[in-house]
């Protein structure tokens, strides 16, 4: 079983930064992939950002790529998204994600932290 807690979300105004940290606990290991996804109201949840635990190799969607940029700490088994230049529709509900493994689906979630970006 995996555990991971978000942090760093709440309220910034358009081109504004915040960086969320999610705390991985756990039974990982170095294959583990650790994303990070967002939902917002009255829309599908989707994919933002992931990195490999081992090699720290990085995959961002399209509409974050230059903006965000995801890293993981492995001393404080935490992995990061820095997200710079944020914009009204970045708004949304961040979760943090964990798999075995490329390609496999992402089994282990966080609570979720609201990140809003006003006008």
């Known amino acids: 079983q995996v555990q991971l807690v978000e942090s760093g979300g709440g309220l910034v105004q358009a081109g504004g930064s915040l960086r969320l940290s999610c705390a991985v606990s756990g039974r990982t290991g170095e294959s583990y992939v650790v994303g990070w996804f967002r939902q917002a109201p009255g829309k599908e949840r989707e994919f933002v950002a992931r990195?490999?635990?081992?090699?720290?190799?990085?995959l961002y969607a399209d509409p974050v790529l230059g903006r965000f940029t995801i890293f993981r700490e492995r001393a404080k088994n935490t992995v990061y998204l820095q997200m710079n230049n944020l914009k009204p529709e970045d708004t949304a509900v961040y979760y943090c994600?964990?798999?075995?493994?490329?390609?496999?689906?992402?089994?282990?979630w966080g609570q979720g932290t609201q990140v809003t970006v006003s006008l």
């Open positions: 994600a964990a798999t075995q493994g490329l390609g496999a689906k992402f089994e282990y």
């Open positions: 990195v490999t635990w081992s090699g720290g190799l990085t």
